[in-house]
């Protein structure tokens, strides 16, 4: 039994990751902007005691004291995942910013205000939901700038905390092409499946390892 931070478990890869390790037996803490608005996360709620969801937007100012109120009694946080995100459609500045907002400063954000329960566990494990689309290297398609930028940058952030806390195993994640508002129907995993490999390589990691960036498979990606 561990005790794992999600984000952005409304809906998508957050969902699955959530209800994955309820089912396995792990305490989850959850953010959901909306939880109401989500009956697979009630249903989860209903089902399992260990699920606590903090009922909250990211972006809000004083969001990190937020999360520490809610976590007043959960002195250990054993697995951080940072999953939500958002794709900006269009080049103006408010896409941009907003893509940064979330996609690269509040995972930063989160992490720095968990770090002290995180250090607590023994073994302790931060994982960043990227994607390729951050990757510069195997860019072969461009567009979508806001989007990928702010992956970039995540992946930076990424692995400057690698490097910063060298007892946290870090891993930055592409969770495949998955079937969720953001993926599209055209998108070629279930939410489940690509959770289940996200789970098996956060399993798998070794602390030696600290700073990758893998896929679902566990297959290593360039930067
Ligand atoms: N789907 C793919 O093919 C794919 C591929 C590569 C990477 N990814 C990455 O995987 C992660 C999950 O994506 P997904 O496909 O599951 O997307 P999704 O279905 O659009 O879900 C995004 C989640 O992020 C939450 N969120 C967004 N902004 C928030 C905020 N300000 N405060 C709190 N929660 C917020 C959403 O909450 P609400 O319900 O309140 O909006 C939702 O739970 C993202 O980081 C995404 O970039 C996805």
Same mark, same amino acid.
């Given at each position: ?30 953010? %959901? ?15 399992? #005691? ?13 969001? %990190? ?16 995942? &940072? ?9 103006? #500045? ?8 979330? &996609? ?34 195997? &860019?072969?398609?461009?567009? %979508? ?5 702010? #992956? ?26 998955? #079937? ?6 055209? %998108? ?33 990606? &360039?930067?």
């Amino acid at each position: 039994m561990q005790t794992v931070f999600i984000t952005g478990i409304s809906r998508g890869i957050g969902l699955a990751l959530c209800a994955q390790a309820l089912e396995r037996g792990d305490h989850v803490i959850g953010v %959901a902007r909306n939880p109401q608005a989500s009956p697979d996360l009630l249903k989860l709620q209903n089902r399992f #005691k260990e699920l606590k969801i903090i009922s909250l937007d990211l972006c809000q100012e004083d969001a %990190a004291e937020k999360i520490l109120e809610h976590l007043f009694e959960v002195p250990v946080i054993d697995v951080l995942i &940072n999953n939500a995100g958002i794709y900006e459609h269009g080049i103006s #500045k408010q896409s941009f910013l907003k893509s940064f907002e979330v &996609n690269s400063y509040v995972p930063f954000m989160i992490t720095e205000a968990l770090l002290s329960k995180l250090k607590r566990s023994s073994s302790p494990k931060l994982v960043n939901v990227s994607s390729v689309m951050g990757g510069i290297t195997d &860019n072969s398609s461009g567009d %979508a700038y806001a989007y990928r930028s702010s #992956k970039s940058a995540l992946n930076m952030i990424h692995k400057c905390l690698s490097l910063e806390h060298s007892w946290l195993t870090c891993l930055a994640i592409h969770p495949g092409w998955v #079937k969720t508002s953001m993926g599209g129907e055209g %998108a070629v995993l279930l939410p489940k499946t690509s959770a289940h490999g996200i789970w098996d390589v956060i399993e798998k990691i070794r602390p030696e390892e600290s700073g990758a960036f893998k896929d679902y498979n566990g297959h290593h990606l &360039n930067w």
